[in-house]
């Protein structure tokens, strides 16, 4: 298994510059979430997604939208990046565990908006 | 609402020392609390788990629902423990469920 996979690592950004950060995993997860993470601020949530077809917002949702076509992918789009949007962004999902939660977490993606 | 708080930003001590990352938490259902931790240049990855009640890499936290605490724990700190750590809170919900983290707590190991 490749886990939960990011792309891309890094990303450089103008003002008003639309992308999409693409996240796959391959362990059938039904969770899918992505976070950003902040210095000082810790990590918060953006959107979430419990199975194809489902998503949810977070706690900083605006600026950002989401898909979930298949239960493997779940992007995160900018439509208008913002220089507020510059920040580490990390993908996770969900596997129930012995009863348990527990997160796979990508490596991330350092995105800057100039 | 659910909230997770970390007071501390950094927290440095000498190799050997006991090191403890506090954590409160505030929640009306039952918490289902967890620590990760990030080393430098790496993923994200979950440290341990309050349900399990392991104890990993000489680390353990206790969940403490009378002071809605889940403080982390070591005796002796060595330098490879440098890293930022999370404390999170599970929120299970019927709608799906929902990962809340604190702010992080930079630990830093010194020789």
Redesign the interface.
């Given at each position: 298994n490749a886990g939960v996979t990011q792309t891309p690592k890094f990303q450089v950004l103008k003002t008003g510059q639309s992308m999409t950060l693409q996240c796959a995993q391959d362990m059938n997860h039904e969770?899918m979430?992505w976070?950003r993470q902040d210095p000082?601020?810790?990590?918060?949530?953006i959107h979430?997604?419990?199975g194809a077809g489902?998503t949810?917002q977070?706690?900083v949702p605006n600026g950002y939208n989401v898909s979930r076509s298949t239960t493997e992918d779940f992007p995160l789009r900018l439509l208008s990046a913002a220089p507020s949007q510059t920040s580490v962004y990390?993908c996770?999902s969900?596997l129930v565990d012995?009863?348990?939660?527990?997160?796979f977490?990508?490596?991330?993606t350092q995105l800057s908006v100039l | 609402a659910q909230r997770v708080t970390?007071p501390e930003?950094l927290l440095s001590v000498f190799k050997g020392a006991p090191v403890e990352l506090k954590c409160n938490y505030s929640y009306s259902g039952s918490p289902?609390l967890?620590w990760?931790v990030q080393y430098s240049r790496?993923?994200?990855?979950?440290l341990l788990?309050h349900?399990?009640r392991e104890s990993i890499k000489g680390f353990t936290a206790d969940l403490n629902k009378g002071e809605t605490s889940f403080h982390l724990k070591k005796p002796f700190a060595q330098e490879e423990d440098s890293a930022m750590y999370?404390c999170?809170l599970?929120e299970i919900k019927a709608?799906?469920?929902?990962?809340?983290?604190?702010?992080?707590t930079r630990v830093l190991v010194k020789p």
């Open positions: 969770y979430s976070y000082g601020m810790g990590l918060r949530l979430y997604s419990v489902i949810d977070g706690e990390f996770a969900r012995g009863g348990s939660e527990k997160l977490f990508g490596s991330g | 970390q930003k289902e967890f990760y790496q993923r994200l990855q979950l788990r349900i399990s999370y999170a599970w709608a799906g469920n929902k990962l809340t983290f604190g702010g992080g």
